[in-house]
């Protein structure tokens, strides 16, 4: 995991170049442990991780119900921000904080890409 | 609350007989922490096998990954030995009131308020089952809340806060399953609130869920209700937005002209 965690780095940093984004995390899906982060000083990376998780973790539970199979991707908008979840493998989720306006589209393409590195 | 079970655990690995698996299973389940709340019910069924605590636990969470056959094995298995244990009844009468089956409802939880007449959450479910049939009896008509759409109901839900069915359908393998997603919904939209509260975004708005199959979306019409919108994963995330947002106009409508 120490060797894999460099490389997940690196993928981070991609994803936090894109303007609006405030951090990015590589986090656990079971426990909501930060695994790899690049985050701006004033965000709370394990808060982050933790609700995150949490919240996939419900989401999960409404797709599989409703015959959405397993939840992929999850986006969660708030007037001041908003955090994007994509589940990498069955332990893993890729995490981005980023301000309302920012570019999703870009965003997400870039966490596709991280998640290929995680994976 | 981490740090809580932080202790909670560490006093379980220390003392793996102590009844403390309790309340670190439920508070495990309570943060969403759904695999180690199983680990940890079982490593208390391992030891304590008959008592109806554990398996209460267990079933509960259960449900919460999604296996309600399984949990109302385990209920059922309870009351085989303790008829009117509360906890079994309660939910047993949850998995009644989520397949629509009322009447099941109201007599597991009368029972359960029986044994335990100061349950809030018991009290509570009662009174939720009870409206729900008064107005079940009282208005047999589906609110036409989506008409106006270009698309038909199915696919649209609309939620009270407490997880009711306002409106809408949602089919799966050709049963509705539209009270269990409900329920779930609700869920999903109290973390989403918290989320946001927690890390000081502001307001939530609405919610996107991709899934294998199909997408969801989200959104809260009022302060008390939710909408969902549900379509297949081969309509782009942007046209769903679009639909979603007529559908959370036309809900809107609707509910204020529902208010007396």
């Not at chain 1, 909501?32 to 004033?42: N, P, R, S, Y």
């Not at chain 1, 119900?65 to 986006?75: K, L, M, S, T």
């Not at chain 2, 081969?234 to 509910?255: Q, T």
Request: net charge negative; charged share 25%; aromatic share 4%.
């Amino acid at each position: 995991m120490t060797i894999g965690t460099e490389a997940f780095r690196g993928a981070l940093d991609a994803i936090t170049r894109v303007r609006g984004v405030r951090g990015a995390l590589v986090v656990t899906r079971d426990d909501g442990l930060i695994v790899a982060d690049t985050l701006m000083e004033d965000v709370r990376g394990n808060a982050v991780a933790a609700l995150t998780a949490s919240l996939f973790s419900r989401v999960g539970l409404a797709t599989g119900e409703a015959g959405a199979g397993r939840a992929q991707f999850v986006h969660l908008q708030a007037e001041g921000g908003l955090v994007l979840a994509l589940a990498v493998n069955e332990e893993l989720l890729v995490v981005a904080l980023a301000e309302a306006g920012a570019n999703v589209g870009l965003i997400r393409l870039e966490m596709l890409r991280a998640g290929e590195v995680v994976r | 609350m981490a740090d809580a079970v932080r202790a909670m655990a560490q006093e379980f690995a220390r003392d793996p007989d102590s009844l403390v698996f309790l309340r670190l299973g439920e508070q495990l389940r309570h943060r969403g922490d759904l695999e180690a709340a199983e680990s940890v019910a079982l490593a208390g069924l391992d030891r304590y096998p008959d008592l109806p605590e554990a398996r209460d636990l267990y079933a509960r969470v259960l449900v919460d990954r999604g296996h309600p056959a399984e949990a109302r094995q385990v209920w059922e298995s309870i009351l085989a030995v303790e008829g009117r244990y509360p906890g079994a009844h309660k939910g047993l009468g949850f998995l009644a009131y989520a397949e629509g089956d009322l009447d099941a409802a109201l007599d597991h939880l009368e029972t359960a308020l029986a044994a335990d007449p100061a349950e809030p959450g018991v009290i509570e479910a009662l009174r939720i089952v009870r409206t729900t049939v008064e107005e079940a009896e009282a208005e047999q008509v589906v609110p036409a809340v989506f008409e106006r759409l270009d698309a038909t109901e199915a696919g649209m839900l609309l939620i009270d806060r407490r997880g009711r069915v306002l409106g809408g359908t949602l089919q799966r393998d050709g049963r509705s399953v539209a009270d269990e997603v409900a329920a779930y919904l609700t869920g999903v939209t109290q973390e989403a609130v918290r989320a946001a509260r927690l890390l000081r975004l502001g307001r939530w708005e609405w919610l996107i869920a991709e899934g294998e199959l199909d997408n969801l979306h989200v959104t809260a019409p009022t302060e008390d209700t939710r909408l969902l919108v549900m379509r297949e994963r081969s309509i782009p995330p942007g046209r769903l937005a679009f639909l979603a947002a007529k559908a959370h106009d036309a809900a809107r409508e609707w509910l204020e002209a529902q208010r007396p």
